[in-house]
């Protein structure tokens, strides 16, 4: 009950920030522009086409007028349309989730699964050669460019030595799709050579997406059992001569783990915001390259539409993130 | 200004900072001595169609592009850019993010509630997805990149200057000097900012690193400023058609990216390690 209360009052917290996330984008799209509508129209628009898409859009209305009408329009759902396509960017948007969901997702397990056992080695063996090794590795992830370490990737790995398809969700047909995610769906159809391909398609783009994030974990997980090891609990096991693997791997990574859950939101937003571009190197079909797409053809409504929309699923993961950390830190929930 | 060469001899022990701060000299000489060090200087905006997509050589150290302009004189022109770009974008958000973090931390009210709010909304949204939306709003120029790199980045300073001065708060010697009668302004101004001015430095060398990220990312999606600058996130852009052929096309300034950045990243853990003796103190124990 006291958990309830708590997600109500995070949540209470949430309604304010999107709704200053709509704010800041309506600014950015009505206000900041000269002429919002010549932007929108394109630059071989007339006066008078100008004009008529002017009252057509309810441009002409007083500016709070409009926000209203734009907040309401996104409590539906409603995005707009595309200027390209003219199709709603909402259910384009929807349509190449899964893609993004699925590439992003992968990311994040392997910078999970090898970015904490290595902070932790790191930490262990501190100033060994693997420490400083790691080091190495942590310093350039948070120092390259993923779009370029992406196209190196390609040029190594697809283009001259042939391991590795150069771009796409797949080769061939899909499976039949239920969830969208080619790993899942292959699974469950139990396509042996779809899960395969969908699997070599997803290496170069979720390595490329995990190094930065891992470099990111190696750090925090470092910094986190080092800290830990200082502390009174962790030299009064010792002293009780209890195994050190016990004293590491449960005591001392369970008290450090709770600042690298809060990092899991940071590491969310960093891999968001490195699948934009990543997604448009390998050619990804996700919410990414319709962002650059958009871009590409100043397809203005639809890059408006990305923005609302990767703003508020981060918003929302931020969230989820809050209430996972009292969920596994006791002492947050007494405050 | 003894300050400054404790510091600067302290960075100068640390071998990873000291390799940042070389990165970062590296990066101004170039910039500076471009037209000088540049075996092609005028090749920026003269085209060689007969040289084109030429391999590293004696004659052009690091290939030729799309254009046949030499690549090496072309990047060291980038290195104008991307110093303007970080120096610009990060003054700006000092400019604005400072004050507000004063203000803010100092006051308690509805305004530093207003304005913290603000730069969380701000924070909520991944840097480069605002970037995104307002230089594609702006247009692709360089001032506009500037610009949508300030207008997303300040937060991060308003953050850390706010949270300082609330914990400085707490201190004596700011108490009694309200208590004798100062002023917030004479408070904040001569007491508070002077003592939290290395949090300020930290953030900003790594803030000149993710900037310089987050330009490169903005020019390579074709936001940044248009050609025939020698922009290098969209000098790799521009280089994807002839791959693999043109290697070192695409190799180049991404290489160059690399460099600039963890220059900037080494200095400001380096400079984090030495300005906050919290952290030394954690550091020696850690590492000893």
Redesign the interface.
């Known amino acids: 009950m006291r958990l309830f209360a708590l997600f109500l009052h995070r949540l209470v917290w949430f309604v ?2 999107l709704l ?2 709509l ?3 309506f600014v ?2 009505r206000v ?2 000269a002429d919002p509508v010549a ?1 929108v129209a394109g630059e071989t628009a007339t006066p008078g086409q100008v004009d008529a898409l002017r009252r057509q859009l309810g441009y002409d209305r007083p500016l709070p007028v409009q926000f209203v009408t734009y907040v309401v329009q996104l409590v539906r759902g409603d995005l707009g349309r595309s200027l390209y396509t003219t199709r709603p960017i909402a259910d384009d948007l929807a349509a190449r989730l899964p893609a993004t969901i699925e590439l992003t997702v992968v990311a994040m397990v392997v910078s999970v699964l090898i970015g904490i056992p290595l902070g932790v080695c790191s930490a262990l063996w ?2 060994s050669w693997l420490d400083h090794g790691l ?1 190495v590795i942590t ?2 992830g ?8 992406g ?2 990737l ?2 190594l790995f697809a ?2 030595l042939g391991w590795m398809p150069l771009n796409g969700r797949i080769s061939g047909f899909p499976p039949r799709g239920i969830t969208g995610l080619l790993l899942v769906d292959s699974a469950l159809a139990w396509d042996g050579p779809a899960f395969a391909g969908a699997l070599a398609h997803l290496a170069l783009p979720a390595a490329t997406l995990a190094f930065p994030a891992l470099a990111t974990l190696v750090r925090f997980t470092r910094a986190g059992v ?2 830990v ?2 502390s009174n609990f962790v030299l009064y096991e010792r002293a009780m001569g209890l195994p050190r693997a016990l004293i590491v791997w449960k005591y001392i990574l369970r008290n450090a783990l709770t600042s690298t859950v809060t990092q899991m939101g940071l590491l969310f ?2 891999l ?2 490195g699948a ?2 990543i997604e ?1 190197v390998f050619d990804w079909p996700g919410i990414g390259t319709y ?2 797409n958009s ?2 053809r ?1 397809d ?1 409504n639809a ?2 539409g ?2 609302v929309w ?2 508020t699923i ?2 929302v993961v ?1 969230l989820l993130v809050d209430v996972a950390h009292t969920l596994i830190d006791p002492r947050e929930r007494t405050t | 200004m003894t300050g400054v060469w404790f510091v600067l001899a302290r960075v100068g022990r640390d071998r ?1 900072a000291l390799l940042g701060l070389v990165l970062i000299l590296a990066l101004v000489v170039a910039a500076l001595g471009a037209p000088l060090l540049a075996t092609h200087p005028d090749d920026v905006f003269e085209l060689h169609p007969a040289k084109r997509l030429r391999p590293p050589s004696g004659e052009a150290w690091l290939g030729t592009d799309r254009m046949g302009s030499d690549i090496y004189s072309r990047l060291l022109f980038g290195a104008r850019i991307t110093i303007l770009i970080g120096v610009i974008a990060v003054g700006a958000s000092l400019v604005v993010g400072v004050p507000v973090g004063l203000v803010a931390g100092y006051h308690h009210g509805w305004l530093s509630d207003l304005l913290m ?2 730069s ?3 924070l ?7 970037a ?3 230089a ?3 247009g692709p120029s360089l001032p506009n990149v500037i610009l949508a790199l300030s207008a997303t980045y300040w937060p991060w300073f308003a953050r850390v200057v706010y949270a300082e001065t609330r914990a400085l708060q707490k201190e004596v010697f700011v108490e009694s000097t309200a208590a004798l009668g100062a002023s917030p302004w004479r408070v904040t101004a001569l007491h508070v900012l002077p003592n939290i001015v290395s949090p300020i430095i930290v953030r900003a060398s790594i803030g000149m ?1 993710f900037t310089i ?1 987050t330009a ?2 903005l020019g ?4 940044g400023p248009p050609p025939p600058t020698p922009e290098w ?1 969209r000098t ?1 852009a521009e280089s ?1 058609e002839f ?2 052929g043109a ?1 070192w096309y ?2 180049a ?2 290489f160059a ?3 600039t ?2 220059g900037f ?2 200095l400001g853990d380096g400079l984090r390690d030495v300005l906050d003796p919290r952290l030394r103190r ?1 550091r020696s ?3 000893g």
Do not use: C, E, H, K
């Open positions: 304010p920030t200053g996330l704010v800041v984008t950015i799209s900041i522009p932007l501190r100033n080091r310093v350039s948070l120092a390259i460019a993923s779009f370029w370490l196209i190196m390609q040029l283009m001259r080092l800290d090891m200082q937003g960093i968001l915001a934009v571009v448009a962002a650059v871009i590409i100043s203005y890059v408006m990305f923005t990767a703003g981060f918003i931020n | 990873s709010r603000v969380d909304i701000f909520a949204v991944p840097q480069v997805v605002l995104i939306l307002i594609q709003t702006l690193g990220l490169a990312a390579f999606l074709g936001l996130g790799i994807r791959l693999p290697w695409a190799a300034p991404g990216i690399f460099l950045v963890m990243n080494l954690a124990a850690g590492d």
